[in-house]
């Protein structure tokens, strides 16, 4: 297949705007796949991803398409994920394209994700094809949604494809638009291998499968590769195309996107962002932007049940296989017994992870307070890196502690600027740049403590602005700062599962936050529950669970014992998510409560 | 599932669910229907066809019954050749003690001096008022038919009719009721000197009014367990022994049929939704009048839910029940409940150590105070 009949492209829009029903129609369009199929098994396969309705997986497949002028063309459809947690994901799978489409629903115009998706697009100097999709709704607006193309975004509006997806209307022109206007990949099919990995999975049967966009040079199988970030060596055992299943073809070469697979046992030894090229005739450098995915945020995971640790370890091994950007090992709590300290790369990533962890495995897990990597240097001039607030030595042997600040980006409609500044405030976030965008958008740059951005902050910053601010975020490095050991003492006693290091300024402020939300998710047990909020001896903080005062079935009804039995039953399964520190029973959401006080 | 399962004790009781109400009150989340005199009639002759259907069972003459209890509903809207037709029914198809302790709920609006003579007649022996409260703005929130001096006439009816063993049922914690009021209608209930007393603290269940579209006014626990103490004691000042969780009686007037469930005895179960229990097995009836009716003419025993029951489950239960009465359990029982079961002996001492919990000679048994806190206990006996 000669270069220039390859169209690389993906596509974006806002949540709902009708991204997988036009992919799952340019799928039926080309004869790739039945179409109710393909929008189940590509662009859903995941319960989660359906429940949350974001993209946790790029997805990718090949189209042939045979256009007006008579030629076929080969267009792959990569697909990318949708969240702030996964950036760097998307940057990667955008790199992997010439061409973006980017979709706008006809009734409710460009929205927050609209406009994200756009810089994003744009950033990676994609050929943008705007589609005004939903023409057939009655609220539908084709020309005012192509006027706000021309004002907000910096596209000609009148270029833009007006179809229904729905309906198919128009659709053919969206395959005969990405042949015309996203431009064939540049590349040299004779010059040393160079291929981006913009995704990989663990197979049981193949090893790891690694999908692929191919820049210059060719691959074949039998073909000695290497990755260019670790200069691990494998030989090719197969290669092959999306369709969306694994097609095995002969050859891929510069410009093309497929698959490989060569005996690589782990996803971590296949990463997003890595270079592939050839061992014997290597590329003299790689493709930029990769980065180390590394986890930002770290938590304790623990069985709710102590004869799970084995399994937990199993799950957590297995997981892994698929997701090298997180990480664990082993810890030991004395409230929560044994478990292991796992790093995520936000939030997100980590809820998926619990999700995974309880839904596919069947484990009922408590999950510690989230922290930041600490970097600090002891009195005898030791430099400790500490992720665990509970290994965070006594104050009087600290002689200095830094913690790691992001870099983070925020787009903006100018209404909600004053909200954003103020949250900024709140977060500790230092104002680094303003820059107008047209009239009615901005670009404001902070710099924030990390800490204070990976809990809630995007939540926060999605619901002051309705929705409209983009947002991201890399790490910029370590500064000093004032921070302290906040302890949870549950009857007198501390519950290291708890603590939480915090800035001086906001420990008062958040102690007082804690102990009021613990007292809330702390059911009321036979005896009094004292909850303090203590800073070394100091306590800054105090609630109290009062004594359960009465607890009993009155009346069995006409001698119904089975439905007094499961009436217990109930209660006892909610008991079982439980877990016992030390006579308090203590619900596994009070562990996350620290997120959300 | 009767005629393979023989009862493994010595005799049964029997339960009969009237099901119809002129009133559903709020707080209920009993089966129950409209009463409709059509609907009344039909139900009679299918609950005394259940019974025919039921005593074909080769069993059924030589096992006894010691105790029959008619709960609804509202049983006293039975007319009383209804009321003497069903317990012929039942006595002619099962072998029911001459003894049988026979007790109906009433309500006392529902109940006159002549139909209680008459129920006297039919074999009933024991009477179970339903007074709940004795004021007349807190009945009437509680959508109750009938006023404080209804209560006190049925009261006295039932005297007149000749019922030496009556048993008043009363609520606590009721939305209005403060400690005052509370301490007046138990002392107002035990000047009638009934034999029995019942007091259930209101709990807003699923399936009734109050438990969906929830209730004004309700007290705080502290007063709604103050309440429970005042009555202790002046139950207790009145010679009443506090022998189960909700229940008190003058020595000897202890009721055999709820003392079934709790010791975890056998009973037989008629009416629609009615709940029995034989060998391993307990079941329930299905619960809409019209289809148990149509069950029942149909010729087919009308139960809808049926469990056999594990030895664990079983142990579990005799714990949860037993341990609902004054006599408590076996220690025994508990000890080998808690074999093997660390947490659950921590938490036996606990309560123990707190004063919830007595081991008597080879007996354990919950105090008052354990029995407000019961199901916390019980939960981990599961």
């Known amino acids: ?597 | 599932m009767l005629a393979d399962r023989r009862p493994v004790t010595a005799s049964l009781g029997a339960y009969i669910h009237a099901p119809f109400c002129a009133k559903r009150c709020g707080y209920c989340a009993f089966n129950t229907a409209p009463w409709e005199p059509a609907a009344m009639a039909r139900y009679v002759r299918a609950v005394m066809r259940e019974m025919d259907l039921a005593g074909t069972v080769a069993w059924t003459p030589d096992v006894p019954v010691h105790s029959i209890f008619l709960g609804g509903g509202t049983p006293s809207l039975l007319a009383a050749d209804d009321m003497s037709a069903i317990l012929d029914r039942l006595r002619r198809r099962f072998r029911v003690l001459h003894d049988a302790e026979i007790t109906v709920e009433c309500n006392p609006e529902s109940v006159t001096r002549v139909k209680l003579e008459a129920y006297r007649r039919a074999g009933v022996n024991r009477i179970s008022l339903g007074v709940q409260a004795v004021d007349d703005q807190v009945l009437e929130r509680l959508g109750r038919l009938h006023g404080a001096a209804a209560a006190r006439a049925a009261f006295d009816a039932a005297r007149e009719a000749g019922f030496g063993n009556v048993s008043v049922d009363l609520m606590y914690g009721l939305p209005g009721v403060e400690r005052d009021d509370w301490r007046h209608g138990v002392e107002t209930v035990l000047a009638w000197a009934p034999e029995h007393l019942s007091a259930y603290g209101l709990s807003l269940d699923p399936g009734s009014l109050w438990g969906a579209s929830g209730v004004d006014g309700l007290p705080a626990e502290d007063a709604v367990v103050a309440q429970y103490w005042t009555l202790v004691s002046m139950a207790r000042d009145h010679g009443f022994e506090h022998y189960e969780v909700s229940n008190y009686a003058r020595p000897g007037y202890r009721s055999r049929h709820n003392l079934t469930y709790w010791r975890r005895g056998e009973y037989l179960a008629f009416g629609p939704g009615a709940a029995g229990f034989v060998a391993d097995v307990r079941w329930a009836n299905v619960k809409p009048v019209p289809r148990y009716c149509s069950e029942t003419e149909a010729g087919r025993l009308p139960v809808d839910t049926c469990e056999r029951l594990t030895d664990r489950q079983a142990l579990a239960e005799r714990l949860i029940l037993g341990l609902r009465v004054a006599d408590g359990v076996p220690a025994s029982w508990l000890e080998e409940r808690a074999t093997g079961d660390g947490q659950l002996r921590t938490r036996i001492d606990w309560w123990q150590a707190r004063g919830l919990l007595v081991f008597d000679n080879d007996r354990v048994r919950l105090t008052e105070e354990g029995y407000l806190l019961s199901d916390a206990l019980f939960i981990d006996l599961l």
């Open chain 1, 1 to 597: 297949m000669a270069v220039a009949r390859i169209r690389n492209f993906s596509i974006v829009a806002h949540i709902d705007h009708g991204k997988s029903t036009l992919a799952d129609r340019l799928l039926a369009l080309t004869g790739t796949m039945d179409a109710k199929k393909a929008v189940d098994q590509v662009l859903d396969s995941m319960d989660l991803e359906r429940e949350r309705g974001i993209t946790i997986k790029a997805h990718t497949v090949r189209l042939l398409y045979r256009a007006r002028d008579g030629h076929e063309y080969t267009l792959n459809l990569i697909d990318t994920p949708g969240h702030v947690d996964f950036s760097y994901e998307v940057s990667r799978a955008l790199a992997a394209c010439e061409g973006a489409l980017l979709i706008i629903d006809a009734a409710q115009g460009i929205e927050a994700q609209t406009l994200a998706n756009y810089y994003l697009a744009h950033e990676a100097k994609l050929a943008i094809i705007p589609v005004i999709n939903k023409i057939d709704l009655p609220a539908a607006d084709v020309e005012g949604t192509r006027e706000q193309i021309t004002e907000e975004l910096e596209l000609d509006g009148h270029e833009a494809l007006a179809i229904s997806a729905k309906h198919g209307t128009g659709v053919p022109e969206v395959l005969e638009a990405i042949v015309a206007r996203i431009p064939p990949p540049v590349g040299d099919p004779d010059a040393p291998l160079k291929a981006l990995v913009f995704d990989s999975y663990y197979d049981s049967y193949l090893g790891v499968v690694v999908y692929v966009r191919l820049i210059d040079g060719r691959v074949r199988s039998g073909t000695r590769i290497a990755f260019m970030s670790n200069g691990r060596t494998y030989e090719v055992h197969q290669i092959g195309v999306l369709t969306p299943g694994l097609t095995p073809v002969e050859e891929l070469s510069a410009g093309g996107v497929g698959y490989l697979t060569a005996s690589v046992k782990r996803v971590a030894d296949a990463k997003v962002g890595d270079t592939i090229t050839e061992a014997v005739r290597p590329a003299t450098e790689a493709i930029p932007g990769y980065r180390d995915a590394k986890p930002m945020v770290f938590a304790g995971l623990y069985p709710i049940e102590d004869t799970d640790y084995e399994a937990l370890r199993d799950a957590l091994e297995k997981l892994r296989l698929n997701d090298p950007a997180f990480t664990f090992e082993p810890e030991t709590s004395l409230a929560l017994g044994y478990g292991f300290r796992c790093g995520f790369l936000g939030m997100l990533h980590m809820e998926i992870v619990q999700e995974r962890l309880e839904r596919h495995y069947g484990l009922s897990l408590i999950v510690t307070s989230p922290s930041v990597q600490y970097r600090l240097l002891t009195t005898a001039g030791e430099v400790l890196e500490v992720d665990n607030p509970s290994k965070l030595p006594t104050p009087d042997k600290i002689e200095e502690m830094e913690e790691p600040y992001v870099g983070a980006s925020i787009f903006v409609p100018t209404e909600f600027m004053t909200a954003i500044y103020r949250l900024a405030q709140e977060k500790r976030g230092e104002h680094r740049s303003l820059e107008y965008l047209g009239g009615k958008r901005v670009h404001i740059r902070f710099d924030f403590p990390l800490a204070e951005i990976v809990v809630d902050f995007y939540d926060k910053l999605k619901s002051i602005s309705k929705g409209y601010a983009s947002f991201d975020y890399e790490f910029s490095g370590f500064r000093l700062a004032e921070l302290v050991k906040l302890d949870i003492l549950l009857n007198g006693d501390p519950v290291d599962a708890l603590s939480i290091i915090v800035h001086r300024d906001k420990a008062y402020e958040k102690g007082k936050a804690l102990v009021e939300k613990l007292r809330q998710v702390i059911p009321r047990q036979l005896f009094e529950v004292a909850i303090q909020a203590a800073i070394g001896s100091r306590v800054i903080a105090r609630e109290t669970v009062k004594a359960m005062g009465k607890n009993v079935t009155a009346k069995c009804y006409g001698g119904d014992i089975t439905r007094k039995r499961k009436l217990l039953e109930r209660q006892k399964e909610g008991k079982k998510r439980m877990k016992q520190v030390g006579k308090v029973e203590v619900p596994q959401e009070a562990f996350l409560s620290v997120l959300k006080s």
